[in-house]
């Protein structure tokens, strides 16, 4: 309340600043011929506006007196916009007109140039005002505040429009904080600058049919519903006349529908059918028992198609009701008396149309009544139980505003509406809206998700890793063989073999040579250094070292080990000394045992040697043992001449004294002729 | 292992020998025998180095992930070793990893003709066939697998998720509870029986296995089915205490803040579940399904643009999302862009979301 009064307060101020230029003739001394005119103007407008003060005062339509009156006060505003009372005129005129939305700018402007000395009915207009800018609360305190300054005398006459503002007021209030789930679209295809009004589409809201004035009168349109828009707009000119010609329900099929037209200005309920693409010349839809003196106007069918419900204002009081006929044979020759769709819809104010839902069971109306927000407003009711209408409700913003709302008809699905308005957002005067329902909240869905397989979620990896294997290196064997001898005289000797691994020192392997052969055989890991060592009784160590190469699987190494004889005593025959009968020359098929012996000197230089020739017996010994002697010396001068020293050999002769086989045969003769030789010091 | 590198040496060492007698006339007979008898050993020996040789190659080959190379190792070592089992079952391993599943049952098979006990290669013959979607085989195999080496805990958990994916639930059900029997602390199992109940409405039975699971291995998708058993059995508090766990056991694991927030949505704490599905989303902007629940929030916050954007997002992820369609076409419609809102239900539809089509024919036709 304090903010409200802080407005008016800010209005008033503001005010001080304009000054109300009064129509005197004073005031316009030099323009007098345009003052008379600009008087003349209020004068003649103050008329129209009486008379629309009284048409709304009787609920009636006032529009056009208010038009008329506008064109009268707009020029005198011209000449004079600064007048509180002719301001306060032009909004009061603009808010029963189809462009009420301009009033608000007048009416405070009044306000500012009459300040404290302003009509207290200027507060019933701003409250009108702000009503139409949905600011209910202002609206209602302008009201109550017209109730309180207004005289009995002045606030008398509109005692029930202000109680029914405010009441409006607290509704919008109210409705305006409710959400409701439609959107509300002008259908810019349908409409013009001038009034389209009374859309009724068919059941499956392919089809409309409308009304427009562009033309003058009210003419009646179709239009078809393609691809979502409204197309092939057309006038029905078999149903247009040179008046008024307005359609106000499209049976549910498209293929009847229900008009009224005025007979000597009173109207009355039509019907016409549609043949093939032409709708057939109108006729008068039951008869005159229902279509009386009065104005019988807006109808609709009833699905059953039995009844027909429309408005009328030949019912008591001479307010707009809705009222009911059924008809009472097929042929629809008679029909019932016209009777009131009862109190539950009928209010105390006017009802503009009326449209039955494909259900039979829902009426759509509009009223200024009940709780309407102002002006006409949609309402719904159902049909109860008992076959009486429920207490309508208010179809909400932005179905309806303060302005009005008229002509409401619906698709059979409930889905989309269509209804006519005159607010503050079409091309002009009342335009063709069209509702979508939302339904029932669709409300989206959430999705979740679940990792239900354990091993899908969180996989066990599978780390297989084969095992690799040991590598056993292939050392591959090598077949070591080989003899042992007897270095001198090249005779197999019966003797231990060692071998020794040389990289580790271990011994690998321990054998004996065979004493006939002097042979050995094994196996040795290739590719190894080894170390052998020879050891027989009366010979000299013997010990070497030697690679197996890496070989083939067939790989075999010989390897012959000569060992000297070097003990003192020993006596050694050297079968492969050759002479020649009876002489003492050294052949030379003897020189290779007799290199044998100069190595084994040599190796050994500390041995001593003597060297003895022997015969068989056959000849005389002199002979045999000069013989003998000279072959000793012989083979002594042969060792020297190989650098043995001559002081470590020692020649003798023996002839046949020292036999060593019979003599008797000639192998042991042959074995008996001789030349050994004898360790004598080592 | 050794045996199997020495079966097949003898007779190619033998017959190198023969060769080699017959062109050495010098030496005695004791001496060619005992030459030839070491000939024999030496060509075992240079056989057995060279296929223990091939056959490292060929594992280190499969553990670096060459598996092209390590078939070429382990087929040498087939050649040279016939019977090598390893190397068989190596080769049929690295089939298996190169998908050539049928290479790889055909070498499993061939190491249990080897080695009948070689009870690895059934197991991975059942493995082959699984992933090869050939799910009879595979059960047959894994039952024969169980039948030989009945404690072999992996072939009865795997037999229960093969039944679980044809949504064979009860035998799934005896298949895990094998694997519980021979290991009652196998985690895995637990939460596949589990899931077996979840799947057909038992949501105790199901929670006392989760809870089970949970015990033995706290892993965050463990609570987080928990705590979606919950949910499903209406115990909303539960799983919001339980996806909690989640996230607290894994701070990175978008799908239980996804999951939770679609429990504060369902309780209609939707500033709770936006901020949940926005961490989802911090940690996974991909994630199409947090995408189309943060839209379902905005949608109900009457943030339309924003649910769009999101959702336009989750499509553009997942173009056969069947919730982002019907989700989207009820932005779109509220955006006026009905055309838009009617493609996207008439895909929802197709996609198998009835509700779709009834949007579809109450709004569009």
Known sequence: ?682 | MKKYFMSTLFFVGFFCANAQQQSDSTLTLEEIQFRDSIALVNSKNSLIQEVQELYNSGTQAFTSSKFKEAIVFFESVIILDSNNVNAYFNMALSHKELENYNSAISHFENVLSIDSNYFDAIFNIAKCYELMKKNKLALINYTRLLELEPDRVEAAYNKGVIYYLQKDYSNAIKAYSKAIEIEPSHAYALNDRGSCYRAINEYNNAISDYLEAYKYDPKAFILNNLASAYRKAGEKDKAIEYYTKAVQSNPKYEISYNNRGAVYFELKEYDLALSDFKKALELNSDYAKALCNRAAVYHLQEHYTGALADLNKAIELQPNNPTALLNRGISREMLRDVDGACQDWQKAYKLGIEKANEYYINNCE
């Open chain 1, 1 to 682: 309340m304090k903010q409200f009064y802080t407005l008016l307060f800010l209005l008033i101020t503001s005010g001080l600043l304009a000054q109300d230029i009064a129509f005197k003739k004073s005031n316009f001394k030099d323009d007098k011929s345009g003052f008379e005119k600009a008087k003349a103007n209020m004068v003649s407008g103050d008329k129209w506006l009486d008379k629309g003060k009284a048409k709304v005062l009787n609920m009636e339509h006032a529009a056009n007196d208010y038009l008329k009156a506008l064109e009268l006060y707009l020029p005198a505003y011209d000449f004079n916009p600064n007048n509180s009372d002719l301001n306060r005129k032009i909004g009061h005129s603009y808010l029963y007109t189809n462009t009420p939305y301009k009033a608000m700018p007048f009416l405070k402007k009044s306000l500012e140039l009459a300040g404290d000395n302003s009509e207290p009915f200027i507060y019933f207009l701003l409250g009108k005002a702000f009503q139409l800018e949905q600011d209910f609360e202002k609206a209602e305190k302008s009201f109550l505040r017209f109730g309180t300054l207004a005289s009995d005398k002045e606030l008398e006459p509109y005692k029930k429009l202000n109680r029914k503002h405010i009441k409006e007021s607290k509704s919008g209030a109210e409705i305006f904080n409710k959400k409701t789930r439609v959107w509300v679209d002008n259908v810019r295809e349908l409409n013009s600058f001038y009034d389209d009004i009374a859309p009724s589409i068919s059941a499956d809201g392919l089809e409309i049919i409308f009304n427009t004035n562009k033309s003058g009168d009210f003419d009646i349109y179709s239009a078809e519903r393609k691809k979502r828009k409204w197309q092939s707009l057309k006038s029905l000119n078999s149903l247009n006349s040179n008046g008024d010609d307005v359609s106000s329900s499209l049976a549910y099929d498209g293929q009847r529908m229900l008009l009224f037209k005025y007979n000597d200005d009173q109207s009355d309920i039509y019907e016409s059918k549609l043949n093939g693409t032409e709708w057939s010349e109108p006729k008068l839809k039951m008869s005159k028992v229902v279509n009386t003196d009065a104005n019988e106007t807006f109808a609709s069918y009833d699905p059953q198609d039995i009844k027909v419900y429309f408005i009328t204002d030949g019912g008591y009081g001479g307010d707009k009701n809705i009222s009911f006929s059924g008809k009472k044979d097929m042929q629809e020759k008679f029909w019932g008396k016209a009777q009131s769709a009862g109190q539950e819809v009928n209010s105390g104010f006017h009802e503009g149309s009326v449209y039955m839902a494909p259900d039979g069971k829902t009426m759509y109306f509009c009223s200024q009544g009940h709780t309407s927000i102002g002006g006409y407003d949609v309402f719904v009711s159902h049909r109860n139980e008992l076959g009486l209408w429920d207490e309508p409700i208010n179809m909400g913003y932005p179905i309806n505003t303060p302005y009005d709302e008229l002509y409401f008809s619906i698709s059979a699905n409930g889905k989309k509406a269509y209804f006519s308005s005159n607010r503050d957002s079409g091309k002009g005067g009342m335009d063709i809206y069209c509702a979508t329902f939302w339904g029932e909240p669709k409300i989206p869905s959430v999705v979740t998700e679940d990792n239900l397989i354990a091993s899908i979620a969180s996989p066990v990896e599978e780390t297989y890793i084969p095992e690799s294997v040991e590598v056993t290196v292939a050392n591959s064997l090598t077949v070591f063989k080989g003899r042992i001898l007897d270095g001198l005289l090249q005779e197999p000797i019966e003797a231990e073999i060692k071998i020794f691994d040389n990289t580790t020192g271990d011994v690998y392997s321990v054998m004996r040579s065979n004493s006939a052969t002097g042979k050995f055989l094994l196996s040795l890991p290739s590719g190894l250094n080894y170390g052998i060592s020879v050891e027989a009784e009366g010979y000299l160590f013997h010990s070497e070292n030697f690679n197996l190469p890496e070989g083939s699987a067939y790989n075999m190494v010989n390897k012959d080990v000569e060992l000297k004889n070097i003990n003192i005593g020993s006596k050694i025959a050297l079968r492969n000394v050759f002479f020649d009968t009876g002489k003492s020359e050294v052949k030379i098929d003897s020189y290779s045992e007799l290199d044998r012996l100069i190595q084994l000197m040599t190796d050994i230089p500390s041995l001593k040697i003597e060297l003895s020739g022997h015969t068989d017996n056959v000849g005389d010994d002199a002979y045999n043992e000069r013989l003998s002697q000279r072959r000793a010396e012989a083979v002594r001068a042969y060792l020297v001449s190989r650098s043995v020293d001559g002081n470590r050999i020692t020649a003798i002769g023996y002839g046949a004294s020292r036999p060593v086989d019979s003599n008797d045969t000639k192998v042991g003769r042959a074995n008996n002729r001789r030349t050994e030789f004898e360790i004598t010091d080592n």
